[in-house]
């Protein structure tokens, strides 16, 4: 199975710009979030969906939007980018539903805003 | 501020050498307690993980430690091998399946 894929794999974008990075899983799972990884700062969660048709702000939203038209894809655009948005974007998936809350993670797109 | 402190930043081991790493948390609701592995280029994957109703996981090589009194836990990496080279997150979560992240651990095992 594919489990989770994301696009694109790369990515340099001037500031100012608008840029949507897409996800797509295919294990049906309820719930979906989007990380940023920072070298020292580890994994910081943007926004999380806990099923189609909800979203939340995570840790460090400003700046990204997200939306959840249905199970299997969700979307993180940046409206406006800028420098400190360069980084390594992660979009994972759980199921929401079980106790030990598996996080299954994409391969992550490399973004880099000049 | 990070809910999740985690050390060292990075830890070189020989080859059959224990890799250990160190986690520390504050917030109580804390019921949850996972460590992602991730090599160069991927995502991170579920390693083990463990509910604060049990002191210590085992799985195969990898054993995590709990703490509660302490609010700490620990990832040990016992005969590490140089396949296990890669980065370490310890995590935590409190029943809304929101995960909060350690800064990472790389672990260098050299043959």
């Known amino acids: 199975t594919a489990g989770i894929t994301q696009a694109p794999t790369s990515q340099i974008l001037a500031a100012g710009r608008s840029m949507t990075l897409r996800c797509t899983q295919d294990?049906?799972?309820?719930?979906m979030y989007w990380y940023r990884q920072d070298l020292g700062l580890g994994l910081r969660l943007i926004h999380y969906s806990n099923t189609a048709g909800t979203t939340g702000k995570g840790e460090v939203p400003d700046g990204y939007s997200v939306s959840r038209a249905n199970t299997d894809d969700f979307p993180l655009t940046l409206a406006s980018a800028v420098p400190s948005q360069t980084s390594v974007y992660f979009c994972a998936s759980s199921d929401g539903t079980s106790g030990m809350n598996e996080q299954y993670f994409g391969p992550g797109t490399r973004l880099t805003v000049t | 501020q990070q809910q999740v402190k985690q050390s060292p930043q990075s830890l070189i081991v020989q080859k059959g050498g224990i890799s250990i790493i160190n986690c520390a948390y504050e917030n109580t609701a804390f019921d949850y307690f996972p460590w992602y592995q991730q090599f160069p280029g991927k995502g991170p994957a579920l390693l083990i993980a463990i509910r604060p109703d049990v002191s210590e996981k085992k799985e195969g090589r990898f054993t995590i430690s709990f703490n509660k009194s302490a609010k700490q836990f620990s990832l040990h990496i016992m005969d590490s091998q140089p396949g296990d080279s890669a980065t370490y997150f310890c995590a935590a979560s409190s029943g809304d399946y929101k995960l909060s992240f350690g800064a990472g651990t790389t672990v260098t095992v050299r043959a």
């Open positions: 294990m049906r799972h309820n719930a």
